[in-house]
């Protein structure tokens, strides 16, 4: 067996012949160890800046997390606006009704069980569209306000400030905290 090793022994030194001295020490040179530090300060800085992009991402995700929480919010809350704004129809149509029936008619007995129901329509879909968050603008004696108000003409009159709402041609209406329909108005001002 020590045979074998001593053989062992000269095939390697046998092979390592003519390899720089430095090459074959087990210890590090200063060369090497200087670059050691360098490549262990390059290392520490590759590690910081790994660090870095991993708190940008995760920010980064979190905030893209709390964009959709409030996208899939807004969703849930508007989801109706298109079909709130269709139905608006129908309940100007009911106003409608409602007004065109003479004084004398509503009091006829012929006629008061069907301005009855046309008036509990009326109620019925006005909490429906309270329970969804559709709220009506409020409009007459108002200054105008271009967020809610959409002024249609300009009415001369010396009963009211200039800039106020003095007539209402359609109703408008918010759903929640956003404008659904604005109010079509009359605007008083001086007359000439």
Request: charged share 35%; no cysteine.
């Amino acid at each position: 067996m020590i045979e074998n090793d001593k053989n062992r022994d000269e095939a390697v030194e046998k092979e390592l012949e003519g390899v720089p001295e430095e090459l074959l020490s087990d210890e590090p040179t200063v060369e090497e160890q200087g670059g050691f530090e360098e490549e262990l300060a390059q290392l520490r800085s590759d590690l910081e800046a790994a660090k870095q992009e991993t708190l940008y991402a995760k920010a980064e995700a979190q905030n893209q997390r709390r964009r959709l929480e409030k996208e899939v919010q807004d969703a849930r809350a508007y989801a109706a606006t298109g079909f709130a704004r269709d139905i608006l129809s129908v309940a100007d149509n009911l106003a409608r009704a409602i007004d065109a029936i003479p004084e004398d008619l509503r009091e006829d007995s012929k006629f008061k069980g069907l301005v009855a129901g046309i008036q509990a329509t009326q109620r019925e879909l006005d909490k429906v569209f309270s329970q969804h968050g559709i709220t009506r603008i409020a409009a007459m004696g108002l200054p105008l306000d271009p967020n809610q108000h959409q002024a249609m003409m300009e009415v001369p009159t010396n009963e009211a400030e200039p800039g106020t709402v003095v007539q209402e041609m359609q109703a408008g209406y918010m759903i929640k905290d956003r404008l659904l329909r604005a109010s079509m108005v009359g605007v008083a001002k001086k007359p000439e």
